[in-house]
């Protein structure tokens, strides 16, 4: 055993994570676990953790994502089934055992008691190219095919921006990929940074919310609870608003928030410390981007649509919220930096009804109709909204994009609640975890 | 002979990237405070690298192989050549060159080129991205630095950084020019694409430029930013503090602790600050910083007159 390989198994855990259907906050957890950093790309990780549900049309991508780890690598695979082809795969469904049993992967590979595992697929470029062509590069003179696998930049599109046309570079993310909700995928066409044209061509999984709001249909449930899972769910988006904008720091400071999460929780000090940071002045798009109109704001729904003046909350016709005083809160732009004030203004707004409704030991009135992180939930719930990115992104430069993305939940909301064992045990998971 | 002007020289640069880019991992580490990181602060940079060490490096699909190896080196390479600009005190020079603000200017220009050629050489849209996008950043803090440099250089009558310490002496540039030293930290965080201004290797481009990157060039590459940071540091100090200036201790001390307190307030600065909006930067340079720094140059000019 090398001196250098004992002190690569010293070394946290760089973990991509592919978010399948059905998985509470597991980004959000190993986050804060002591020992694994979870990593934006592939390249960059030795440990691939598949958790949730994969749906048949999504095992092929996946494949190609496992393929991309450098070895030694290994894949943990929780709650899911691994693929045949490997050897000996990791399967952890219990999921407190999730971050130990991650980190010890990582040691156990650099430490040569587990083998890399195999690759799933031939290493061959995806577009046949060499030996085509007038040079055999795959391009055809000065135009057309795929010189060196990738097919020509060319510019078919005006320009949305200043009139300076650019080539236009077309490619497809996701649907694992990190920065996007998971599941979706899409075709982007940029020029220069400037996103043309975003078509969905695999709708995200269907967003899940914490039990309680499932089980606020069945029957009287207490307020405080019911907020403090509201104010939870906004601070996990913010985490990953934040981790986009390159702010780790403060993106980590959310998820803190949010672990401790209390009726005497107080959101103040952080959005003191965006405010003077700058998110807002140098970070987030400028006012009147990623702007939803009336229509668009109405069928998305929730924060979104009153983040763009509509003061549409099922709470409203709640007596127990009325007795507590209850108004929605609003903004007016429906713009991207709206919204992400929406979110700080809807987790203040239910830490405070959280407080009181804890002291009078208040409970729900209504079943029938639940307003939900995501939107409202009646007759109908939230449904998926991700061709509306097609209409809002274009124009965007790729940040101001992943910024509007980030404070849009575009996916539908999953009608059946999660097992309540995706939050329980994580903290004596997390002060084990570390190495 | 060879000894003094090719071996201590290679040596000295060398060992403060070295060493600088181990601090550098050290104290942003530390910095992060509250932080989930496990182990201890002085071997978690030393356990990442042989972790990468241990790492295959991956290809991408048709990537232009010689730049995409060169890319890393000749960044650590051009961060090597900053440091040996750095005077340690008015004998201990690597490289005294009558010349040597205009040289490390031009380092300032060929990191454009190299951050532009590690992304563009890998043949991946993400990584071309952050290269594209950090051209356009590029030119807009490279003007500043320049109006800046010359303006230290005006009151030393000299391009040679010994001469710029040299007339420090009544007064350090940090307080005869006080825009200088505040824009040129602008200017060092874009050079090292560094917190707030770090377009390139952004996290909404999936770590941009080195997206496609593992094992040792990965290495590589981080160990050449942070050299970057020393170096930038070291010059810093050099142009606006006073480089070896100082009582009691020796010449080299002085620079290395003022060096660190440069080095510091970037780290901090990047731990604290939003990475800004492409469109918000590009304006916040040229409408805000450029101006600044037109009268930060005439501010010295009528300094360096007056003390004449």
Redesign the interface.
């Known amino acids: 055993m090398s001196w250098q390989r004992r002190l690569a198994a010293r070394a946290p855990a760089a973990v991509f994570l592919a978010e399948a259907a059905r998985i509470g906050p597991v980004r959000e957890t190993l986050a804060l676990v002591p020992g694994i950093r979870l990593v934006d790309t592939p390249r960059h990780a030795s440990v691939l953790l598949v958790a949730g549900v994969i749906p048949t049309g999504w095992r092929d991508d996946l494949r190609r994502i496992h393929d991309q780890l450098p070895a030694p690598f290994a894949s943990v695979w929780c709650r899911c089934e691994p693929f045949e082809a490997l050897r000996n795969p990791i399967r952890i469904d219990v999921v407190e055992a999730l971050p130990q049993g991650v980190v010890e992967t990582h040691r156990e590979l650099m430490l040569g008691k587990r083998d890399s595992a195999p690759r799933l697929l031939p290493d061959e470029p995806p577009n046949p190219w060499e030996g085509l062509g007038d040079d055999g590069h795959g391009g055809e003179g000065m135009m057309g095919g795929t010189p060196y696998g990738r097919p020509m930049a060319m510019n078919m599109q005006d320009d949305r921006r200043d009139g300076l046309t650019l080539d236009t570079l077309t490619f497809r993310l996701g649907p694992f990929h990190s920065a996007l909700p998971p599941g979706l995928q899409a075709e982007v066409s940029l020029q220069g940074d400037l996103v043309q044209a975003w078509t969905v061509t695999r709708k995200p999984f269907a967003g899940v919310v914490e039990p309680i709001f499932h089980a606020a249909r069945q029957s009287s449930v207490p307020i405080a609870e019911l907020e403090l899972a509201r104010a939870r769910h906004h601070l996990h988006r913010l985490y990953r608003g934040l981790w986009l904008a390159g702010w780790p720091t403060m993106a980590e400071r959310a998820l803190r928030l949010a672990e401790k999460l209390g009726p005497n929780s107080d959101v103040a000090g952080l959005r003191r410390e965006l405010e003077r940071g700058g998110l807002w002045r140098l970070a987030l798009p400028e006012p009147g981007r990623g702007v939803l109109d009336e229509a668009q704001a109405r069928q998305l729904g929730g924060p979104a649509a009153r983040a763009a003046g509509i003061d549409a909350d099922l709470r409203s016709e709640d007596a127990s919220y009325r007795r507590l005083g209850f108004a929605p809160t609003c903004r007016e732009a429906g713009d991207t930096a709206a919204r992400w004030r929406q979110w700080l203004d809807e987790i203040e707004q239910s830490l405070s009804l959280a407080g009181r409704a804890a002291r009078y030991d208040l409970k729900t009135a209504e079943t029938a109709a639940v307003e939900t992180p995501r939107g409202p939930w009646a007759e109908g719930f939230p449904h998926d909204m991700s061709d509306l990115l097609g209409e809002v992104l274009p124009e965007l430069e790729w940040g101001e994009a992943l910024l509007t993305l980030a404070s849009l939940d575009v996916a539908a909301l999953d009608p059946l609640p999660l097992a309540n064992d995706w939050r329980t045990g994580f903290a004596e998971a997390k002060r084990e975890g570390s190495p | 002979m060879i000894l003094d002007q090719l071996i201590l020289p290679w040596l000295l640069a060398w060992l403060m990237a070295g060493l600088g880019a181990y601090l550098v991992a050290v104290l942003d580490r530390w910095m ?1 405070t ?6 201890s602060v002085w ?2 940079p ?3 690298a ?2 990468l ?6 290809t991408t ?2 990537p232009d192989a010689g730049a995409w190896r060169l890319a890393p080196a000749l960044y650590l390479a051009l961060a090597a050549t900053g440091l040996a600009l750095v005077p340690w005190s008015p004998t201990l020079v690597g490289v005294d060159l009558a010349t040597s603000l205009v040289l490390w200017g031009s380092l300032e220009a060929l990191a454009t080129v190299v951050i532009f050629l590690h992304g563009w050489s890998a ?1 991946s ?1 993400l990584a ?2 952050g290269a ?2 950090y051209v356009a950043l590029g030119i807009s803090y490279l003007l500043v630095s320049m109006f800046v440099l010359i303006g230290v250089a005006l009151p030393a009558e000299s391009l040679r950084w010994t001469e710029v310490v040299a007339a420090q002496e009544s007064l350090w540039h940090v307080v005869s020019q006080p825009l200088g030293l505040p824009l040129f930290l602008v200017v060092g965080l874009g050079l090292t694409f560094w ?2 201004l ?2 390139a290797d ?6 941009g430029t080195a ?5 040792p060039p ?1 290495l590589v590459w981080a160990l050449a930013r942070a050299a970057m940071l020393v170096a930038f540091s070291a010059i810093a100090a050099t142009a606006f503090l006073g480089g070896w200036m100082g009582p009691w201790l020796p010449g080299p001390a002085w620079l290395l602790l003022k060096s660190l307190a440069v080095l510091v307030v970037l780290l901090w600065l990047g ?10 930067c590009l304006t ?1 340079m040229w409408v805000v910083l450029l101006p600044l720094s037109f009268v930060d140059l005439i501010w010295a000019g009528a300094v360096a007159l007056w003390m004449a």
Do not use: K
């Open positions: 992060a509250g932080s989930t990181q496990a182990g071997l978690a030393l356990a990442s042989a972790w060490l241990t790492q295959q490096a991956t699909e048709a043949n849209h071309l991205i594209y996008r917190g707030p770090d377009l952004s996290t909404d481009l999936s770590t997206v496609e990157r593992s094992g990965r731990r604290r600050l939003p990475r800004l909006a492409p469109e918000r916040l």
